[in-house]
Each structure stands twice: as structure tokens, then as C-alpha cells.
């Protein structure tokens, strides 16, 4: 796999300055001397003998004896051409090589019109194998980094500027969303993230968000019903606006933990009721891992366990603990593929609206409508999902509930079909058009999902 | 101040200020204390004992898995410190084995390879124990200067004094006769003089 033309071009310089600097090939004295600088001495000292050929076998990282087990963005995906593609694709199996690689990321680089790329080998999961990760430093970019259309709930979407300085990044995200939560909401956040100096192992983010919000009818309507409202807290409210630091630690290599706090001040529907805040402590523990047993087999598990705790040592005036866990499992054979989803949500206390689980949306229990399943959303939730792929065919069941603490968990189903860019090491963001059935009693009405990255 | 406005104005001390500042800029550390000399069997080498040019940045990209390559001069002046008599270059690939954790350093101009170390000073030692220049054609009983001088060199957008037909000897001295780029790191050591027949052998 290894070229030898970019060695040649680094050894033929040296084989020729051992010629050129008067060093006889077979001396055994190290360096390259020169001890005339007269110009009749350099041309007869330029006509010595000739320097051995250089082995180009030879590679000078000593990483090259390794293989390339991936190679992966760290951060974020991109979109790569199918040149780009393929070079990395043509790296992957073979041993590391540092002049491809820097080849690599100058194509990189020159495609993204980043203001830098660079490779970091990182250990495989097999002794002897490296995973090649991709740093892009852009200076500033511009990218919509995901959206949804639903026929049920309308658009969903993120339009994002990104600022690179050195190692502090800069993300500023609009907002608007009217399928993920209860609450349709359109707004900004604001994002700065560095790692820790002197450390590549911690990772420390501050975020402002300033959101506006919107309910369907639906909702308004099971807001006055008191009975379904008792465990929310807060009424409905027009806007929140949110600070959070957090750091995040990689504990080992497939796992990082992140902790933060959550500042979430919420302005009430009705402009003479007071605010009401939203103070969390938040703990995220993430796994994430991928095997490659052979060029053919692909498997990756995906889990997180996501704890808030609104205290009042941080003048919360709502209280309530929420944990939330996910799992997914992909495995992929050749042209086929299984993914598996699990998702379990539990509240205590009263947690305002946006914090609590919806099903029905464009990701989970697709084809279900959320306002019928539960306008207010729920306490508890119970997910899971399998899709089956063939090429870029999808076909997918779904299954869950979400319900409030003492009322019944009424499961539901839904079936769908659609085509999918793929699942991919390198094509993380995969575009989704997909046709979901709600598998009830009476009519079949079908929702059209369309989307990326969601 | 006098003096300084003096010696600004001044046409026959503004070269030589002109230089001094040159030569500050030029090199990050210049110091008789920086760097000895000892003969090894016909050799001279040279010991710099405070010399670290493996750290920051560089030393990050090594151990992200990345190769550095440093060009080393060694000269020798005799007479005067501008009247080099005697020159060796070399390049130097330093690596970091990701598994391993350890350095290893290959000298390009005959492969020769250094075994592993987890310590990037052992690194440093030995790029700057292995570049010489043969002893007995140095001129005895004359004041000798050696000096070290040590260049980063970028791998990626910068062009090369060489091609695949060939380098030209022309191409090599002005490689380090050129003043590095600004981003390049620099490193510039001196002895005091020293007679060659008065270095004991090792």
C-alpha cells in the first residue's frame, strides 16, 4: 500500500548530500561533511563516490509498522468528496505512512477550505493496529449540521457558525424545533469549548441558550385538565434561557464522563406570574466503541447514562431528579446491517415540560402522533427500536411508551420502510426518507420522515 | 543613552549593532556554556548538556503519532569565528511509538537507527552525539570554535532544497546560510575555543 515515490523524493536529497558534502559512501564517520568551503573543492567533492541506495522500504515514523485499524473525524463529521472517501478507504488495512497521510489531510484541508487538518494516531483496540484521528481546525464555517421534516409535527432544524482559534472553539447554533419536545421552541445557543492546558484528557464548555416557545392545542388542553398536570412542574412558558459550564473527562479510551451544572431560568405564559428556575447538576457517563472483525464485519455500541438533579443548593425553585439511559447497537455484514435502539427515561419530582420523555417524533416511535400519545409528554419511558438495511433499503420497528407515574404504560407500535444514505465509519451523517405506519385498530394513516443527522 | 544614539548613528558601528541584533534574533540561545567539545577515537563531537528542542508543540505532534524532522549543522571555525573550516549536516526524524510509548530516532543520511526510549532528552542526546567531524583534519594549535546549529523543519508546505534528480551543493549551504522562517524553531550553541590537540581522547 505504501507509495514509494514520496520516500524516493525524501531519501534521492540524502543520497546526494552524502555525495555532495565530500563523505565517501563507505565511510563510517556519521554526518555529511564538508571541510572546503573553497568552490573547487565543493565541484571535486560533488563528483565523489556515490552514496548507496536508499532503501525504500524504509519508513522514519516508527509507527509505520502498525495498521491502520480506522480513520475518523474527532468532534464532528464531514461531508468528503468521493475522492477523499476512497483515499481513506485505501489507508484503512494498510500500515500507517506518514507521507499518506499527510497527503490525506492536505486533500482534507484543501476540500473543507480548513485552515488546517491534522492526523493524531491513537491505539487500536487490536494490539498492533492505530486509529487515525482527524483534527480539522477550521477557521470559521458554516454548516447545517441537522434537520427533520415530519408530516405530523413540520420542520425541525440546526443552522450553525463555528469559529476554530487554536484550540478554543466557538459554535453558535439557530434553532427551530417543533419535533423533538412537547414544546415547540426556536432559538439560539451559544457554545465555547477548549480542552484543559496541559491535559488532552479533560475538555471544558460553557453554553448560553435563549429559546421562545409555542404549544399546540393539544397541549393547552391537557394543561387545564389538572389531573394529567400533576406531576409537571411549572405551567407552560413563553421563553427559558439557559448557562451551563461543564467539563468532560475521557476516563479510558471508549468512555468520558461530563459534569456541569445547568442554569435554566423559565418566563412564565402569563407575564404577572413569577419565574421559575430550572437549576440541574448534570452527570453524563458515555460509551462508545467499534470492532471491525474483518473488512466485511462492522459493529459499534453506542450507550449513555444522563442524570439531572435539580437541587435547591442551586436556588432551584423546581425539584426533581431525571435519569435518562440509551443504548444502541449497530452491526453491519457486507451490504446488510442491524441497528438496535433501547432508550428508558424515569422523572421524580416535577420537572417542567421540556424535561420530560416524548415518543412520537421523527426518531423514536416514528408514525405515532406525540400529542396523541401524551400532549403533556410523560414521567416514564419505555423504547425500542430495530432496523434492518439492505444497500441503502431501510425497514424498521418500533416500539414503546411513554405515561405518567400511576397511570398504565400503554405500549405502541410502528412499522416503516424508507431508503437511507447508509451506515458507514466515515458517513456518519446519514440522510433518512422514510414512510412510518402506526399499527393500530381502524385507519393507517402514515407519516412521511425526511431528515439528516436527527 | 548617548552612547546608544552614538552608536546608532554611527556608520561603522550600525553594521556590526545591525548584526548583533540579527544574531539575537537568529538564535534562541548562544552561550559558551551550552555546548562542549570531546574527541571520540578521530572525532569531534559535541555534548550540549541544556539543549531541549523536543518539547511544546513538537513534542505533542510526537506523541500524537507525527514524525519530527530536525536539520543539524556542525561547524568549525578556526582562527576567527567566521572562518568556518569545517562543516557536517545532518537530518534527523525523530518518532514516538503510540504502543510502545517510547522515542526512536533515525539518521538520514544511512538509516541508522536508535533503539527506543521513553525519555525525549535520551532523544535529544543522541541526534546531537551523532553528528561529527573528523579530527585530524582540524589544524592543531590553532583557536578553534565549534558551533551547533539546529533547524525544525516543516513537512508540509515548505519547499524543498531538493528534488528527485538531485540537491545541489549550492541548495545546502544556503539552507542554513538563509535565516529560518519565523515560525521555524531555531536553535543556535557555541564553544569557547578550544585546541584540538589539547581535547583528551574518549
Known amino acids: 500500500m505504501q507509495s514509494a515515490t514520496p520516500m524516493k523524493s525524501v531519501l534521492l536529497p540524502l543520497v546526494a548530500a552524502v555525495t555532495l558534502w565530500g563523505q565517501s559512501a563507505d565511510q563510517d564517520l556519521p554526518g555529511q561533511h564538508l571541510l572546503d568551503e573553497s568552490p573547487a573543492a565543493r565541484s571535486s567533492n560533488s563528483s565523489a563516490n556515490e552514496a548507496p541506495a536508499a532503501d525504500s522500504s524504509t519508513d522514519i515514523n516508527v509507527n509505520s509498522k502498525y495498521i491502520v485499524a480506522s480513520i475518523r473525524f474527532v468532534g464532528r463529521s464531514y461531508q468528503l468528496s468521493r475522492a477523499a472517501l476512497e483515499e481513506m478507504h485505501r489507508l484503512v488495512g494498510a500500515r500507517v505512512n506518514t507521507d499518506e497521510l499527510n497527503k490525506l489531510t492536505t486533500h482534507i484541508k484543501n476540500e473543507l477550505r480548513a485552515h488546517a487538518v491534522n492526523f493524531k494516531l491513537d491505539r487500536g483496540d487490536q494490539p498492533g493496529s492505530v486509529d487515525v484521528l482527524l483534527e480539522v481546525d477550521k477557521v470559521f464555517d458554516l454548516s447545517i449540521p441537522s434537520f427533520a421534516w415530519n408530516s405530523n409535527e413540520g420542520w425541525a432544524g440546526v443552522g450553525e457558525a463555528r469559529a476554530t482559534l487554536g484550540s478554543n472553539v466557538f459554535t453558535f447554533d439557530v434553532i427551530s424545533d417543533r419535533d423533538s419536545l412537547i414544546e415547540q421552541y426556536a432559538g439560539i445557543q451559544a457554545k465555547f469549548e477548549r480542552p484543559v492546558p496541559t491535559t488532552d484528557r479533560v475538555f471544558v464548555a460553557f453554553e448560553f441558550d435563549q429559546y421562545h416557545e409555542n404549544y399546540a392545542a393539544a397541549t393547552h388542553l391537557a394543561l387545564a385538565s389538572s389531573e394529567s398536570s400533576s406531576s409537571l412542574g411549572a405551567g407552560l412558558y413563553r421563553s427559558r434561557m439557559n448557562f451551563e459550564p461543564s467539563a468532560t473527562f475521557l476516563l479510558a479510551k471508549p468512555l468520558t464522563l461530563s459534569v456541569g451544572v445547568s442554569f435554566e431560568e423559565l418566563q412564565p405564559d402569563l407575564t404577572a406570574a413569577r419565574a421559575e428556575s430550572a437549576n440541574v447538576v448534570v452527570n453524563t457517563l458515555r460509551y462508545h466503541q467499534s470492532w471491525e472483525d474483518s473488512d466485511a464485519i462492522i459493529q459499534e455500541l453506542d450507550a449513555g447514562y444522563n442524570l439531572r438533579a435539580a437541587t435547591k443548593l442551586l436556588s432551584s425553585s423546581l425539584g426533581y431528579t431525571r435519569h435518562a439511559a440509551s443504548a444502541r447497537y449497530h452491526y453491519k455484514n457486507g451490504f446488510q446491517s442491524v441497528e438496535i435502539k433501547l432508550a428508558l427515561g424515569l422523572i421524580y419530582g416535577n420537572a417542567p415540560l421540556f424535561e420530560r420523555f416524548v415518543l412520537g417524533d421523527s426518531n423514536m416511535l416514528r408514525g405515532w402522533n406525540k400529542y396523541e400519545l401524551d400532549p403533556l409528554g410523560g414521567n416514564r419511558l419505555a423504547y425500542s427500536s430495530v432496523t434492518y438495511g439492505y444497500h441503502i433499503m431501510r425497514v424498521f420497528y418500533d416500539a414503546g411508551s411513554v405515561w405518567d407515574q400511576g397511570n398504565p404504560a400503554l405500549f405502541k407500535q410502528s412499522v416503516g420502510v424508507g431508503v437511507s444514505s447508509g451506515f458507514g465509519r466515515l458517513q456518519r451523517g446519514a440522510f433518512l426518507l422514510a414512510l412510518a405506519f402506526p399499527l393500530r385498530q381502524g385507519h393507517v394513516e402514515p407519516v412521511f420522515i425526511a431528515g439528516m443527522n436527527f | ?202
Not at chain 2, 83 to 88: H, K, Q, S
Not at chain 2, 139 to 155: F, H
Open chain 2, 1 to 202: 543613552m548617548t552612547f546608544w544614539r552614538t552608536a546608532i548613528q554611527s556608520r561603522r558601528t550600525r553594521p556590526a549593532l545591525a548584526a548583533l541584533a540579527a544574531s539575537s534574533l537568529l538564535a534562541i540561545t548562544v552561550s559558551n556554556d551550552d555546548l562542549f567539545v570531546r574527541r571520540s577515537l578521530n572525532d569531534i563531537h559535541v555534548v550540549a548538556p541544556r539543549l531541549h528542542f523536543l518539547t511544546g508543540k513538537t513534542l505533542q505532534r510526537l506523541r500524537d503519532g507525527a514524525t519530527a524532522p530536525f536539520d543539524f549543522q556542525l561547524t568549525i571555525s578556526a582562527g576567527s569565528k567566521n572562518n568556518v573550516i569545517a562543516r557536517a549536516v545532518e537530518r534527523f526524524v525523530v518518532s514516538y511509538d503510540v504502543w510502545q510509548e517510547k522515542f526512536a530516532v533515525i539518521r538520514m543520511s544511512d538509516f541508522h537507527k536508535w533503539g527506543m526510549n521513553a525519555s525525549p532528552n535520551a532523544a535529544e542526546t543522541w541526534c546531537v552525539d551523532n553528528i561529527s567531524l573528523p579530527a585530524l583534519k582540524l589544524p592543531p594549535g590553532q583557536d578553534l570554535w565549534a558551533r551547533l546549529e539546529i533547524r525544525s523543519v516543516d513537512q508540509k508546505g515548505q519547499s524543498s532544497p531538493v528534488s528527485d534528480s538531485g540537491i545541489s551543493i549550492i541548495s545546502l549551504v544556503e539552507l542554513f546560510s538563509r535565516p529560518p522562517r519565523p515560525q521555524q524553531d531555531h536553535w543556535t550553541l557555541e564553544t569557547a575555543a578550544f585546541h584540538v590537540d589539547a581535547l583528551k581522547q574518549q
